[in-house]
């Protein structure tokens, strides 16, 4: 019974910084990635980032490279996504998912688990 909660979203302005978090809570063995994806209003479901288990392996959307940063910390149980230089087409539900494999999560394929979403706004 796993499950994820995502945190950390918030309104604010051009060239911002948030930082995400998605809590795990309950049996994780199963899973071997984290990813976290967005929906803007009107827009289908994007991938953002993946990371490994161990977080030896991570992946980026090529139109968030170079400005956010996926990590993890296991004592925690929590998956971090910090967002720097933001933009306004950043604004979207982001939300975490679990993966049974790391290449299926930057695939984009066999999401689990899904946490409830935070709002991330960027507007001036």
């Known amino acids: 019974q796993l499950q994820l909660v995502e945190s950390g979203g918030g309104l604010v302005q051009p060239g911002g ?3 995400l978090s998605c809590a795990a809570s309950g049996f994780t063995l199963d899973y071997d990635a984290i990813g976290w994806f967005r929906q803007a209003p009107g ?18 959307a090529d139109s968030v490279k170079g400005r956010f940063t996926i ?5 925690k ?3 971090y ?8 087409e950043d604004t979207a539900v982001y939300y975490c998912a ?15 688990h899904w946490g409830q979403g935070t ?3 960027v507007s001036s």
């Not at 994007?46 to 990371?51: A, H, K, N, Y």
């Not at 990590?71 to 004592?75: E, I, L, Q, Y």
Request: proline share 2%; net charge positive; hydrophobic share 25%.
């Open 17 to 19: 910084s948030l930082r």
């Open 43 to 60: 827009k289908e479901r994007e991938g953002v980032s993946c990371i490994s288990s161990s977080g030896g392996s991570t992946n980026y």
């Open 71 to 75: 990590s993890r910390d296991n004592a």
């Open 77 to 79: 149980n929590t998956v």
């Open 81 to 88: 996504l910090q967002m720097n230089s933001l933009k306004p």
């Open 98 to 112: 679990a993966h049974l494999s790391f290449r299926l999560c930057v695939e984009g394929r066999g999401g689990d």
């Open 119 to 121: 709002q991330v706004t």
